[in-house]
């Protein structure tokens, strides 16, 4: 329920921000390609910044870790959508989809929240995640010789790093082969909400009347899938309705396709422009593991979180009040040097690594440690099958005008 394609576009016909419009500089093109210089000037000028728009940018680590777990700090649907309303945005269409999803641990606070997020734990365990890691490696390697087959340059964004998470999720549901390709356009469409929500709206809705049969499916025949473990969940006593069966489904589903996209994406190319660290995971293949963490501190995929103000709080001698909006800049706080040693360093073996890309307290992310061991898999694969990889055209790097996002349109590499 974000705005930033149009006011982007806007910032850029308009010229530069106004110096003293912190907030306004991070919708430039400039701040697009390199935001991390802007996160630094509002650390050190105005940390806990009140736009012009009446919205908080939080950008030191403290601060935004201290937030993520004040429950003072909302991410109540309804308590976001009169916070935007408030500021003039026409939310008509984004809550139409809002209210199909239903209330779900995304869009919800304690006790809701606690609840629908302990019932999803009971499926989605550790253990679960990482007997993905087989699959994910053969999903990876596939990818990679298609690529490989089909000539001497690829865009990585589009060979490896988008069609990997939709893949593995489909593996974790037990989705059938023949049914991929009605839900690859599916995950198109939502991908494209911005641009066309009527056609999201629909594929949404298409999306979840076939969640439903899947549902009905595995009730009847269960197996070792997520859904089949979701079922037997609404078995207990404190049991997930049908509604919140399908809308936890369709979160768990769609959540981490963006993310682990993104982390991939950004990750291969801070390894590109540092050949060092790239030939220091090569002679060392265990470094995957604490190389993504690294990879997602140094340009984190979701930039920033969105949440709304329940009750007046202070943070950092500045009062916000209730139905205020409050953007928790997590790629800031991943580069503050009040707690990372030469932040704007990549260093795959950084000590005390524990950067908030993933967010902190009771939303942090669900779906993390599935992004994590795709991205650690797919980032050590392509590492030590392609020796010879190296960025194609540096100068036709950019990325999607969302500040609260961070995805490259495409990432050219040769091999």
């Known amino acids: 329920m974000i705005p930033t394609a149009t006011t982007e576009g806007a910032r850029d016909s308009a010229g530069p921000a106004r110096p003293e419009d912190l907030a306004a500089a991070l919708l430039t093109r400039e701040a697009r390609r390199d935001p991390y210089p802007f996160y630094a000037r509002m650390r050190r000028e105005d940390p806990v910044h009140r736009s012009a728009q009446g919205i908080w940018y939080l950008t030191r680590y403290t601060d935004v870790e201290a937030a993520l777990g004040d429950l003072r700090l909302s991410n109540d649907r309804d308590r976001m959508t009169r916070a935007y309303t408030a500021l003039g945005g026409d939310l008509k269409a984004l809550s139409r989809l809002t209210d199909r999803l239903g209330r779900v641990m995304s869009n919800t606070d304690p006790p809701d929240h606690a609840r629908l997020r302990k019932l999803a734990n009971r499926a989605f365990t550790a253990r679960r995640v990482e007997s993905l890691r087989d699959r994910v490696q053969g999903i990876v390697d596939g990818l990679i010789d298609e690529a490989v087959a089909a000539g001497p340059t690829m865009d990585l964004v589009e060979a490896v790093a988008s069609p990997l998470p939709m893949a593995v999720v489909c593996e974790l549901f037990g989705i059938p082969d023949e049914d991929l390709p009605q839900v690859k356009t599916w995950f198109r469409r939502f991908g494209r909400l911005s641009e066309d929500i009527d056609a999201s709206e629909a594929?949404?809705?298409?999306?979840?009347?076939?969640?439903?049969?899947?549902?009905?499916?595995?009730?009847?025949?269960?197996?070792?899938?997520?859904?089949?473990?979701?079922?037997?969940?609404?078995?207990?006593?404190?049991?997930?309705?049908?509604?919140?069966?399908?809308?936890?489904?369709?979160?768990?589903?769609?959540?981490?396709?963006?993310?682990?996209?993104?982390?991939?994406?950004?990750?291969?190319?801070?390894?590109?422009?540092?050949?060092?660290?790239?030939?220091?995971?090569?002679?060392?293949?265990?470094?995957?593991?604490?190389?993504?963490?690294?990879?997602?501190?140094?340009?984190?995929?979701?930039?920033?979180?969105?949440?709304?103000?329940?009750?007046?709080?202070?943070?950092?001698?500045?009062?916000?009040?209730?139905?205020?909006?409050?953007?928790?800049?997590?790629?800031?706080?991943?580069?503050?040097?009040?707690?990372?040693?030469?932040?704007?360093?990549?260093?795959?073996?950084?000590?005390?690594?524990?950067?908030?890309?993933?967010?902190?307290?009771?939303?942090?992310?669900?779906?993390?440690?599935?992004?994590?061991?795709?991205?650690?898999?797919?980032?050590?694969?392509?590492?030590?099958?392609?020796?010879?990889?190296?960025?194609?055209?540096?100068?036709?790097?950019?990325?999607?005008?969302?500040?609260?996002?961070?995805?490259l349109t495409a990432l050219p590499v040769t091999y």
């Open 203 to 407: 594929a949404i809705e298409q999306y979840e009347e076939y969640l439903a049969r899947l549902v009905r499916r595995r009730r009847a025949d269960p197996g070792d899938d997520l859904i089949s473990a979701l079922v037997a969940t609404q078995a207990k006593d404190d049991r997930l309705t049908d509604s919140e069966l399908l809308s936890t489904c369709f979160v768990l589903i769609t959540a981490g396709d963006e993310t682990t996209t993104h982390l991939v994406g950004n990750g291969m190319l801070a390894l590109l422009r540092h050949p060092a660290q790239l030939a220091r995971l090569r002679a060392d293949p265990a470094l995957a593991r604490p190389a993504v963490e690294e990879l997602a501190r140094y340009d984190t995929p979701t930039q920033a979180i969105v949440r709304v103000v329940a009750e007046d709080l202070t943070i950092g001698g500045r009062t916000l009040r209730e139905g205020e909006l409050a953007y928790l800049f997590l790629a800031a706080t991943n580069r503050d040097p009040e707690r990372f040693h030469d932040p704007d360093r990549l260093d795959l073996t950084r000590p005390g690594n524990r950067p908030l890309s993933f967010g902190n307290g009771p939303h942090f992310c669900l779906g993390g440690p599935l992004a994590k061991l795709q991205a650690e898999v797919a980032v050590g694969t392509l590492v030590r099958r392609l020796p010879h990889l190296r960025l194609a055209d540096e100068a036709a790097l950019d990325w999607r005008p969302n500040p609260l996002q961070r995805r």
